[in-house]
Nanobody, 113 residues
Framework: QAQLVQSGGGLVEPGGSLRLSCATS????????MGWYRQAPGKQREFVAT???????NYADSVKGRFTISRDSNKTSVDLQMNSLKPEDTAVYYC???????WGQGTQVTVSS
């Protein structure tokens, strides 16, 4: 069964860094574009970043220059490195495979002093 299992996240002070990981089970994900989305309290889920199977990336303007999406050489995991975090980055972050509409379980990221 194709699944996405997330790890990482937590509480960090403004200006700090966190890394999220998304482990894939099932070879179907290797050739798919993968992405990260987030949902803040009281807001709709929004796009953060995507990466294609060839490694091309795309970012939301709000995170460009601060976040980096990557995938390992075996294409079995997708990471999101988050630097210079701001309070407005506080949200539940989700790994997502758009083509097959499979979501990870969600990971809380809280940026607060």
């Amino acid at each position: 069964q194709a699944q996405l299992v997330q790890s990482g996240g937590g509480l960090v002070e403004p200006g700090g860094s966190l890394r999220l990981s998304c482990a894939t089970s099932g070879s179907i994900f290797k050739d798919l574009t993968m992405g990260w989305y987030r949902q803040a309290p009281g807001k709709q889920r929004e796009f953060v970043a995507t990466i294609t199977s060839a490694g091309s990336t795309n970012y939301a303007d709000s995170v460009k220059g601060r976040f980096t999406i990557s995938r390992d050489s075996n294409k079995t995991s997708v990471d999101l490195q988050m630097n210079s975090l701001k309070p407005e980055d506080t949200a539940v972050y989700y790994c997502y495979a758009p083509i097959v509409r499979v979501w990870g379980q969600g990971t809380q990221v809280t940026v607060s002093s």
